[in-house]
């Protein structure tokens, strides 16, 4: 479940937001005021963040650029009702990834978070991220690096790594593994899952990929 911050200080808007996303699978802390956001932004780790630009206190803009520069890393999408150009270039400055103008279709918003959420690496300046000895993964260009070289995965082993990496340490449940791994027409599959795993326990060694019972898998690095 992806965990959403969310900053918006039309009430009437916040709990529509707030119902929708937690209908669509979400899980949502929302907020009203930029300095709540702010206190809640260093207490716990968001996969996305959802800030309206004009709210009390701290604005949005201000918030997303001191949280990068602080190494928060989470995609943020902007919810405005500003449309200027200076407004766009000025919001993409501060460390934005998506903009999204109000009023705006509940679906559209669905459809910008889980393009986010399916993309790889945000905002982190490191690019080779050691897996063992000898091996690597690139996350600018997301491949997998063995002495140096680039080593090819299939198609889902490459998506699944890419998401082990995003969550080093943490469990990943096998329903996160799914939505991840297979499209909306496509029938997930644990027999499929457990070959994936199989096959990428064969590059980067069987003790990296940690199979919790009952609950999915937990992908960690060296030391």
């Not at 907020?31 to 959802?50: F, I, M, P, T, W």
């Not at 690597?136 to 890419?162: C, F, V, W």
Request: aromatic share 8%; hydrophobic share 35%.
């Amino acid at each position: 479940m992806a965990k959403i911050l969310l900053l918006e200080d039309d009430v009437t808007l916040n709990e529509t937001l707030t119902e929708f996303l937690q209908d669509e699978g979400f899980e949502v802390v929302s907020l009203y005021d930029g300095k709540e956001a702010q206190e809640k932004l260093y207490e716990s780790r968001y996969d996305l963040l959802l800030l309206d630009v004009n709210v009390p206190h701290i604005d949005g803009l201000t918030l997303l650029h001191e949280s990068r520069e602080a190494g928060v890393v989470a995609p943020a999408i902007f919810i405005t009702s500003m449309d200027s150009v200076e407004d766009l270039e000025r919001g993409f400055e501060s460390g934005c990834d998506d903009y999204i103008r109000k009023p705006f279709a509940l679906k559209e918003l669905r459809i910008r978070i889980e393009t986010l959420l399916k993309r790889g690496f945000y905002h982190t300046s490191q690019t080779l991220i050691p897996i063992a000895e000898g091996i690597a993964y690139e996350s600018e260009g997301e491949q997998l690096l063995i002495d140096g070289k680039h080593y090819p995965l299939g198609n889902k082993e490459s998506t699944l790594l890419k998401l082990f990496m995003k969550h080093r340490g943490e469990v990943l449940v096998h329903e996160r593994i799914y939505a991840t791994l297979w499209d909306f027409d496509e029938e997930p599959s644990d027999t499929a899952l457990r070959t994936y795993i199989k096959n990428l326990r064969k590059v980067v060694g069987k003790e990296r990929i940690v199979s919790i019972k009952k609950q999915g898998y937990k992908f960690t690095t060296q030391e």
